[in-house]
């Protein structure tokens, strides 16, 4: 069974860390490049960051620039997100999701906007609160 699952979410007060993982089972990650995208409610989808596959470039949106930190481990077929100082405004269901096609730029940025990607995880809550 193809599937993404994400992990590591959950209630932190403002200035904490998290960090995400997404899991691959039923195929590699190796040719995918992989999004975080976070919804929240009342707000479009932002995609937040975005990795590739091939030379792992990284693309990390305005909003978490400085703050959170994307990686991937082939080996384990896993990706990361390290969330630091965390902020309310951060709050969203976080999922991750996977395309073949694409740069991470436009994985990211068109996130908002309907980009197909070809798998997509469950979703994994993120709720930063005092």
């Known amino acids: 069974q193809v599937q993404l699952v994400e992990s590591g979410g959950g209630l932190v007060q403002p200035g904490g860390s998290l960090r995400l993982s997404c899991a691959a089972s039923?195929?590699?990650?190796?040719?995918?490049?992989i999004g975080w995208i976070r919804q929240a409610p009342g707000k479009e989808r932002e995609g937040v960051s975005c990795?590739?596959?091939?030379?792992?470039?990284?693309y990390y949106a305005d909003s978490v620039k400085g703050r959170f930190t994307i990686s991937r481990d082939n080996a384990k077929n896993t990706v990361y997100l390290q969330m630091n100082n965390l902020k309310p405004e951060d709050t969203a269901v976080y999922y991750c999701?996977?395309?073949?096609?694409?740069?991470?730029?436009?994985?990211?940025?068109?996130?908002?906007?309907?980009?197909?990607?070809?798998?997509w995880g469950q979703g994994t809550q993120v709720t930063v609160s005092s």
């Open positions: 999701a996977a395309s073949t096609v694409g740069t991470v730029q436009a994985m990211c940025v068109m996130a908002a906007v309907g980009y197909e990607y070809d798998y």
């Open positions: 039923g195929f590699t990650l190796d040719y995918y490049g």
């Open positions: 990795i590739s596959s091939s030379d792992g470039s990284t």
